[in-house]
């Protein structure tokens, strides 16, 4: 079936580095993809649409310039975290779909810790 | 703004029982869709049931099944025969028909299976 792959699935950072976050769609093209931040013990909040070929869509208090979404090509997303601070630590998780009647699918999301 | 409300921060069944997961969900729309997501300890957001408003068909996929009251705005979940492998947080989830997969979850029901 449909798998959409998210790499890397851990990373440590130092406080004020970039941290790039890759979405893959496997199998089928995704013109749009999703990013979710969850905090331990708490939901998916999430962040922006991105949407191929053009900008992406941010959520209110999502910072723009501190998250850069990139949605070069119909297969791949991605998600740069600048200047990262520790309280950017969290699990980011991207999702896709195929079309508009196919099922969302999830990356296995990505564990970032900035010390 | 559409709102998802998860009522039960806890639960627990014994193996082969059944057990049912609480949704009530807020909306102006008439036509959106309802999910029921599963994440295990593995962080993996793994689709578990799908209904669509316009359905007045409760839908079933195999142990799992929804009681989806369109009025009172309530889509809960039930798990039958319950095994080791339903443990998980539960997410219920809502999204508005044509904006193409835009999820809002609710906090979360984390079940726990017993022997």
């Known amino acids: 079936g449909a798998v959409v792959s998210q790499h890397p699935s851990r990373v440590i950072c130092k406080s004020g580095t970039s941290v790039k976050i890759e979405c893959r769609s496997l199998?089928?093209?995704?013109?749009?993809m999703f990013w979710y931040r969850q905090f331990p013990k708490q939901s998916l909040m999430l962040m922006a649409t991105?949407?191929?070929?053009?900008?992406?869509?941010?959520e209110q208090g999502v910072e723009k310039d501190k998250f850069l979404i990139n949605h070069a090509s119909l297969t791949l997303s991605t998600l740069t975290v600048t200047s990262a601070h520790p309280e950017d630590s969290s699990f980011y998780i991207c999702?896709?779909?195929?079309?508009?009647?196919?099922?969302?699918?999830f990356g296995n999301g990505t564990r970032l810790t900035v010390t | 703004a559409q709102t998802v409300t998860q009522s039960q921060p806890e639960m627990s069944v014994q193996e082969a029982e059944t057990v049912t997961l609480s949704c009530t969900y807020d909306t102006s729309e008439s036509d959106y869709y309802l999910f029921w997501y599963k994440q295990p300890p593995s962080r993996q957001m793994i689709l578990v049931i799908r209904q669509e408003a316009y359905k007045q068909q409760n839908a079933t996929e195999n142990r799992f099944s929804v009681n989806f009251q369109k009025a009172a705005k309530s889509f809960s979940l039930k798990i039958s025969d319950s095994q080791l492998g339903d443990a998980a947080m539960y997410f219920c989830a809502y999204n508005p028909a044509g904006t193409a997969s835009k999820l809002t979850f609710g906090t979360g029901t984390r079940l726990q299976v017993t022997l």
């Open positions: 999702s896709a779909r195929g079309g508009v009647r196919s099922p969302l699918h």
């Open positions: 199998d089928f093209q995704a013109t749009t």
């Open positions: 991105s949407n191929e070929g053009s900008k992406a869509t941010y």
